[in-house]
């Protein structure tokens, strides 16, 4: 379970659906295939004509905000290989 005093602040409108936090969640906590610290859920809005396709990134009960790595002073994992950041 994460620490009550940190937390992450993920701005959707930056979130481009690549799945970089997942993997990068994954392979800092060593999980399988079979869970993952962050997922990425996402739709698509129908404005007018167009299509606008949305991902919202969320965190598990698998997160613990990378303890081991903010405790060194490093952003956690997913924050690290965001593209936006």
């Known amino acids: 379970m994460a ?3 940190y937390g992450l602040l993920i701005d959707t409108e930056w979130c481009t659906g690549c799945y970089s936090c997942i993997i ?7 999980i399988g295939n079979d869970g ?9 809005t129908v404005v007018g004509s167009r299509v606008r ?3 919202v990134p969320e965190t598990t009960d698998r997160c613990n905000l990378c303890a081991p790595r903010t405790g060194r002073g ?3 994992a997913c924050v ?5 950041r």
Not at 36 to 44: L, P, Y
Not at 80 to 84: L, M, Q, T
Request: hydrophobic share 30%; charged share 25%.
């Open 24 to 30: 990068a969640g994954r392979n800092a906590k060593a």
């Open 80 to 84: 690290h290989h965001c593209p936006p």
């Open 36 to 44: 993952a610290c962050i997922t990425v859920r996402s739709g698509e």
């Open 3 to 5: 620490d009550t005093e």
């Open 74 to 76: 490093l952003d956690p």
């Open 53 to 55: 396709l949305d991902f």
